[in-house]
């Protein structure tokens, strides 16, 4: 790990801002440098940091490190569809218990997720359904987990049809039809480490979508964009993915900067 950071050329990006909407520093990977991380994020302009709940053995580990970088880290509450099993009415109710306590700035990690496991898919539509309504009931933007599960998804966006939704796509790497059915529900298109990836359909995707649909994320520690590819993922290498989309694009790295740091802080409410 003392490798990548030496690798860093942590000045190149410092007049820039960006968001990272969507990162677990709070799990065990970080336990040994987790204050270090969030600095080095800093360093590279990455100043708001978004973190969406996975279940409720991740909620005091996540307020406890907004409560340290408090101008920094943004709690979200929701459950992650991996983590809806037999006890998933006892995880809502905390989900609900906690929406109710203090303040949170969006509901999610939510979703399906049929690459795992499709054993709770039925409790899992159950439980994104509810979240749809938290979202509604709050005001706060929907954080949506779309593995293997796209076209359920939109299934359930299309019968609930409430114009009101807003919120991100996490990890998005469909097509350009995909891109804009998203989009057409009001949601962002969140774009990762996996968009630096060689030959990665979204690459092509990304032509055709204007950047105010777009939001930056990491998700880490997974998903490292190249050059770190396999490696722990981190806050600080959300400029890279800004410098590849940028690429894409035709565009200087500035542009991008700005366009998705104001599109977050606008769906967010910050």
């Known amino acids: 790990m003392n490798t990548e950071r030496k690798t860093l050329n942590f000045s190149t990006f410092a007049p820039m801002i960006f968001a990272d909407t969507h990162t677990h520093l709070y799990l065990e990977e970080f336990d040994n440098d987790r204050n270090k991380v969030v600095e080095e994020a800093l360093n590279v302009g990455v100043t708001h940091l978004m973190l969406p709940n996975i279940d409720s ?15 920094n880290c943004f709690p979200m509450m929701g459950l ?11 995880e809502l109710a905390a989900v609900e218990c906690w929406l109710s306590d203090r303040r ?28 749809i309504d938290l979202a509604r009931a709050y005001d706060l933007p929907l954080i949506v987990h779309i593995r293997e599960s796209f076209n359920e998804v939109i299934r359930i966006l299309k019968d609930v049809n409430k114009s ?11 097509s350009t039809e995909q891109a804009k059915q998203a989009i057409g529900f009001g949601f962002s298109l969140g774009l990762g480490g996996v968009i630096t990836f060689k030959n990665n359909k979204m690459q092509e995707t990304l032509k055709h979508i204007d950047l105010k ?11 490292a964009p190249m050059p770190y ?13 800004a410098q590849k989309i940028a690429e894409i694009k035709g565009l200087d ?18």
């Open 80 to 90: 992650h569809p991996t983590s809806v099993k037999e006890n998933y009415k006892d």
């Open 213 to 223: 649909h777009l939001v930056l994320e990491t998700d880490a520690p997974f998903l």
């Open 229 to 241: 590819r396999g490696k722990r993922n981190q806050p600080a290498y959300i400029p890279l993915i």
């Open 164 to 174: 009101e939704l807003r919120g991100i796509f996490h990890c998005f790497s469909g």
């Open 104 to 131: 949170f700035y969006g509901i999610g990690e939510c979703g399906m997720d049929f690459y795992w496991d499709q054993t709770y898919a039925r409790e899992q539509e159950y439980v994104f359904r509810h979240h």
């Open 253 to 270: 790295i500035s542009e991008v900067a700005k366009a998705t740091t104001e599109n977050a802080m606008k769906l967010f409410n910050i």
């Open 57 to 71: 053995t991740s909620v005091h580990p996540m307020l406890a490190l907004c409560q340290d970088f408090p101008d």
